[in-house]
């Protein structure tokens, strides 16, 4: 009884913080007030807040420092929850995000490689590994290039999928030039979908 009283104290803030898209949210995770998370529910809600903080407007304007306390706060989060639950594709994702963000590639590359083989094929999540691996383009590894391109052709084979990337197909000429060449590989009725999808996704 004791130990349940214990597990719903930690759990609470997490559960009843706010919501996760919220500076509030933020700000607890930067200050250490929201602490380890028991349930898969929690983990993965605390998961989600630590994306948010990493990848949201705060993260613009906040200064180094604070970015910096968020991303190994989540980072020590990621690790403690993947102990228990390895093959949780988000907590990979976060861990893999918050290396890159403390400027530390190798372990970037490392749970990028964990957060792939975790859920290959969960959109969601290969959308959070996509707009990662295109931020750190240029420390990516030679193999975390082809999940990268792995990735995307589970992006493009759904029109929600496709308009997760639809900004930045138009905006950057290397990020399309690397989704054409990974649509041309595909059927021609896979290809033309593509094509009206993304200019539908455009004018929305």
């Known amino acids: 009884m004791l130990l349940s009283f214990y597990a719903l104290a930690r759990e609470l803030p997490v559960l009843a913080y706010g919501d996760q898209r919220s500076i509030d949210t933020t700000v607890a995770l930067v200050q250490g007030d929201l602490g380890g998370a028991f349930s898969f529910y929690g983990q993965k809600r605390l998961m989600a807040s630590c994306v948010q903080g990493m990848t949201g407007g705060w993260s613009v304007l906040a200064p180094l ?26 907590t990979w994702v976060v861990a893999s995000r918050a290396s890159f963000l403390l400027g530390n590639s190798e372990e970037m590359n490392r749970y990028f490689q964990y957060a792939w083989h975790a859920g290959p094929n969960e959109q969601w999540v290969a959308g959070l590994r996509v707009n990662l691996a295109q931020e750190a383009i240029g420390v990516l590894s ?31 000429q290397v990020f399309r030039d690397r989704i054409t060449r990974i649509v041309e590989a595909m059927p021609p009725e896979d290809q033309r979908r593509f094509i009206t999808s993304v200019r539908r996704a455009a004018m929305n």
């Open 65 to 90: 420092e604070q970015r910096r306390t968020l991303a190994r706060n989540c980072l020590g989060h990621a690790l403690s929850f993947a102990e228990a639950t390895p093959v949780e594709a988000l």
């Open 142 to 172: 030679d193999s975390n290039q082809r999940r990268h391109d792995s990735d995307l052709s589970v992006m493009v084979m759904s029109r929600n999928g496709i308009s997760a990337i639809a900004a930045r197909y138009w905006s950057d």
